[in-house]
């Protein structure tokens, strides 16, 4: 049975920075494209940033792009995110997910299987 742990998360300051990871087990990771989306209290979850299987692809919201960066190392089964310039907006649960295949997709629908979230808050 597949399974993503997110870690990492925890209170900032804004302007500060925060890298979380999501470790995967159960299967082989490397074919699929991964992603992390974020969920705000009271608000839809939202697609972050994703990587195709070998790396070479990556995708980004708007409202991260030039802040955020993900990759991933499929030697250890994990993919990060790291975060600077991190502001009060960045406030939300972070879930990473595993894609149906390997190309990079915001779709939420596209992805498979989801971790349970590590917290991320960012305090103004």
């Known amino acids: 049975q597949v399974q993503l742990v997110e870690s990492g998360g925890g209170l900032v300051q804004a302007g500060g920075s925060l890298t979380v990871s999501c470790a995967a087990s159960?299967?082989?990771?490397?074919?699929?494209?991964m992603a992390w989306f974020r969920q705000a209290p009271g608000k839809e979850r939202e697609f972050v940033a994703a990587?195709?299987?070998?790396?070479?692809?990556?995708d980004y919201s708007d409202s991260v792009k030039g802040r955020f960066t993900i990759s991933r190392d499929n030697a250890k089964n994990t993919i990060y995110l790291q975060m600077n310039s991190l502001k009060s907006e960045d406030t939300a649960v972070y879930y990473c997910?595993?894609?149906?295949?390997?190309?990079?997709?915001?779709?939420?629908?596209?992805?498979?299987?989801w971790g349970q979230g590590t917290q991320v808050t960012v305090s103004s």
């Open positions: 997910a595993e894609a149906v295949a390997q190309w990079v997709t915001s779709r939420r629908d596209e992805y498979r299987y």
């Open positions: 159960g299967h082989t990771f490397s074919p699929y494209a």
């Open positions: 990587i195709s299987w070998s790396g070479s692809r990556t």
